[in-house]
């Protein structure tokens, strides 16, 4: 009896290397079928392939989206994908809708007024000093807004109004007040942000103003909105979204070289002041056909800050609501997304607070 026990034993240690063999052949197999199996990542780009309309794209992206959310590949070939179909401008707001939302940069255009208003020590007292408090708070603004950031396209440049402002030592100036992160790849925007950079920014601003103190020129906003504005405006994609932000530092009054006034107030002081007084100064604006002509732009996409807007003594306590009038219905029958009219404040820390506010919102 004992015999046989010993058999049998042995029997079950001569197969013990062939069970040890069998179990390493079964867990191998599994690993080949489990590293050759198809991912979900490789089958939806499969299928992204073989997408031939807005329709299909979506399919896929809903079919996968559990797995492959926050798969930045898929992500990166379902966008491209829908770039190539040429879809509409509805088809594509559409598919924003359910794609997560594409990284925001901010697009900031800077125009400030360099009209005679700078050198007119009754209305516009320390106007110079002023407007480059301003124009550092903008620029504090933006650095605080997009420094942590990195391979963005965030944009911030400072534009003149004027055409013979366009050119020339103007021109010169503006040029080197423009500063696009788009060229910054790789590397944290933190050091884009140099010295040297508020150091180039301050000085620009600062030779700016020291060329219009020489010669100061009428602001033609009207011409910058109508011929220049749409070239600076950025449009959204499928791959990044911009938030469009336009800050205009004037007194308010537009008032171009030479030109005709576009916001109306002298020869219509009685009936316009009435109108303060009783609330309906659109009306009268409307009424008499003063309104400033509407330009052909869409500024759906855009928010617009005027600020340092400053009311000439003959006509304290009734310019500052009809200039404000002006431009909000001009704005508006532009499509105009959000507007703030903002006067000039005693203390000049209360308006940078408004362009901080303004900036990082």
């Known amino acids: ?198 150091v180039q920014f301050e000085r620009n601003i600062k030779e700016m103003y020291a060329l219009a103190e020489v010669n100061p020129l009428g602001a033609d906003y009207r011409l910058y909105v109508r011929r220049y504005l749409a070239n600076h405006l950025k449009k959204s994609t499928l791959f990044e979204n911009y938030i469009n932000k336009v800050i205009f530092i004037t007194d308010g009054y537009l008032e171009a070289e030479n030109k005709p006034h576009d916001t109306k107030i002298y020869g219509y002081e009685p009936e316009l002041f009435r109108a303060v007084n009783m609330g309906n100064i659109l009306q009268v604006i409307t009424g008499k056909g003063l309104n400033i002509p509407k330009e052909n732009i869409d500024l759906a996409d855009t928010e617009v800050l005027i600020c340092e807007v400053n009311e000439r003594k003959s006509g304290k306590g009734y310019h500052f609501e009809i200039l404000r009038t002006y431009w909000q219905d001009w704005m508006e029958r532009m499509n105009i997304k959000k507007f703030e009219f903002i006067a000039r404040e005693q203390a000049n820390e209360l308006t940078g607070k408004r362009i901080k506010e303004f900036i990082l919102k």
């Open 1 to 198: 009896m004992q015999v046989t026990n010993d058999r049998r034993g042995k029997k079950t240690k001569d197969k013990k290397p062939l069970y040890i063999l069998l179990a390493f052949l079964i867990f191998f197999c599994f690993f080949i079928f489990l590293i050759t199996r198809p991912s979900a990542q490789s089958k939806a780009l499969k299928e992204l392939e073989t997408s031939f309309n807005k329709k299909d794209v979506e399919m896929v992206w809903y079919k996968y989206k559990s797995e492959l959310y926050q798969d930045e590949e898929f992500l990166l070939e379902t966008r491209k994908k829908l770039s190539k179909l040429n879809l509409s401008e509805d088809d594509l707001k559409e598919c924003k809708e359910w794609l997560p939302p594409a990284p925001s940069s901010v697009n900031l255009i800077v125009v400030p007024d360099l009209s005679r208003r700078v050198k007119d020590p009754v209305s516009n007292p320390n106007q110079i000093a002023n407007d480059i408090f301003v124009l550092k708070s903008i620029w504090t603004s933006f650095v605080e807004r997009t420094k942590l950031k990195q391979n963005s396209h965030d944009r911030l440049i400072i534009d003149v109004t004027d055409i013979d402002q366009a050119r020339g030592q103007f021109a010169l100036v503006a040029d080197r007040l423009q500063f696009d992160l788009s060229d910054h790849k790789g590397k944290s925007n933190r050091l884009f942000f140099t010295k040297d950079k508020d």
